[in-house]
């Protein structure tokens, strides 16, 4: 490179540097709205903000205009992904990072975070399959007895037969001290699924006694709790690749044809599903207070790029915040008619849609705080699984899993824009918000 060359790369360094000090000194003299916003986001990740390790285009842009210059959150703010290959403390390390800004745990959903309500199974003797730290993500959880796979492969070294090289011809001590599987928990997609599908096939026909002989298939069989029904996700390809509802795909084909039972879950957590979405109105809330913020969260808007599971899990939720506010209404009502409401008493939450609402964290007492929403937007981007130009809303394909309600209005946005930062600045406009 010769002196002119050079001068000029300096140059223009020079003037990318001076820009840049005087976007941030700009931008820190902004005078933002003072108005407390009763309203909050819940963002994907993959396809959203990120491609794989990829930061989109846009992203930093959007979150230049949800914190201040010191980085502050100035709407309270949450991730909800279904990826489950990690802790929710690594997830939000991540995010702070690619960000720039301070993320904290609290405002990470993973899809495995609402198995932390199913205290019922945490001391059962599970097998838990993914990958990733899954045995510290189970113990995170709440889980105290848990076998991976690979350790079930090393207890029973013949039940693996796929790959020739890996066949061991000996007896293993360890099978004599096997305790016998009491659940079954999936993380995510594994990365050998021929093991994975096999191993758990045989923990169920055999009703966890993977050395036992089958003498006839379970009608019933072992519980299974899973995590992320995403038939697809989207990565630095260019094409949507295999998530973990293709796994359970598998899975359930596999066992019906072998046992000629249907395989049944005991729970499906991540979205869509609306546990997830019902912990995700919680951490909001709880956001918006350690904002410091007084007022209740009245709108979330949700916004994803998979409009089988973002769009949908929204779009189920915004329907139970429907009926829950008709609930509350009828028991205004109700009270009212029959004189015992008082002029300071408030009407009662619903919280008898799950079962295991009750081990959600909250005080009782706050619950008509932390869970205020009155409705849910769903805003679908185009810059992930979700393509305008290939599409087509009129298919009768359904990606979702195989348990969700078949819906195709469930499935439409309410609204679509092209990136993060449009969704971000539409909400802005309905808000009046700036």
């Not at 840049?20 to 820190?28: A, L, P």
């Not at 005991?266 to 951490?283: M, Q, R, W």
Request: hydrophobic letters at 35%; one cysteine or more; aromatic letters at 10%.
């Amino acid at each position: 490179m010769n002196i002119s060359c050079l001068k000029c790369t300096i140059n223009r360094q020079i003037v990318k540097v001076y820009n840049w000090k005087r976007y941030v000194s700009d931008s820190s003299t902004i005078n933002y709205s003072s108005k407390e916003p009763q309203f909050g986001f819940l963002f994907d990740i993959d396809g959203v903000l990120t491609r794989g390790r990829k930061l989109l285009p846009y992203t930093r842009d959007a979150f230049r205009k949800l914190v201040t210059s010191s980085g502050r959150f100035r709407v309270p703010t949450v991730f909800v992904t279904n990826a489950g290959n990690e802790l929710r403390s690594s997830k939000a390390a991540k995010l702070s990072q690619i960000l720039g800004i301070p993320v904290s745990p609290e405002q990470v959903i993973m899809s495995h975070s609402p198995l932390k309500m199913y205290t019922e199974f945490h001391k059962k003797h599970c097998l838990i399959s993914g990958q990733g730290p899954i045995a510290d993500i189970a113990k995170n959880l709440g889980f105290t007895k848990v076998t991976t796979i690979e350790q079930l492969c090393d207890a029973f070294p013949n039940l693996d037969m796929v790959d020739h090289k890996k066949r061991r011809g000996f007896h293993s001590p360890f099978r004599d001290y096997f305790l016998p599987i009491d659940a079954i928990v999936l993380f995510g997609e594994p990365v050998r699924w021929e093991t994975c599908l096999q191993l758990i096939i045989d923990v169920l026909m055999t009703n966890g006694n993977p050395s036992s002989p089958i003498i006839r298939p379970p009608i019933s069989h072992l519980p299974i709790l899973a995590s992320n029904a995403d038939l697809l996700w989207m990565a630095e390809a260019a094409l949507p690749r295999f998530g973990h509802g293709s796994f359970m795909h598998c899975l359930e084909n596999l066992y019906k044809k072998i046992s000629g039972h249907p395989l049944q879950y005991t729970a499906i957590v991540g979205k869509p599903s609306e546990i997830t979405y019902y912990h995700a109105e919680y951490l909001i809330s709880r956001h918006a207070y350690d904002l410091g913020y007084k007022q209740p969260i009245k709108r979330i808007y949700a916004v994803g790029d998979n409009p089988d599971t973002d769009v949908f899990g929204a779009n189920v939720y915004n329907r139970y915040l429907q009926t829950r506010a008709l609930s509350k209404l009828k028991q205004v009502v109700t009270k009212t008619a029959t004189g015992s409401l008082t002029s300071n008493a408030s009407p009662m939450l619903d919280t008898n849609v799950w079962s295991n609402s009750n081990a959600v964290e909250l005080v009782a007492a706050d619950a008509e705080h932390y869970y205020s929403a009155e409705n849910i937007q769903s805003i679908l981007v185009c810059t992930g699984v979700y393509n305008h130009d290939a599409y087509d809303e009129t298919s009768s394909i359904n990606h979702g899993h195989r348990d969700m309600i078949i819906d195709p209005e469930l499935k439409k946005p309410k609204y679509t824009v092209e990136h993060v930062l449009d969704a971000v600045k539409l909400v802005y406009d309905v808000e009046q918000f700036h």
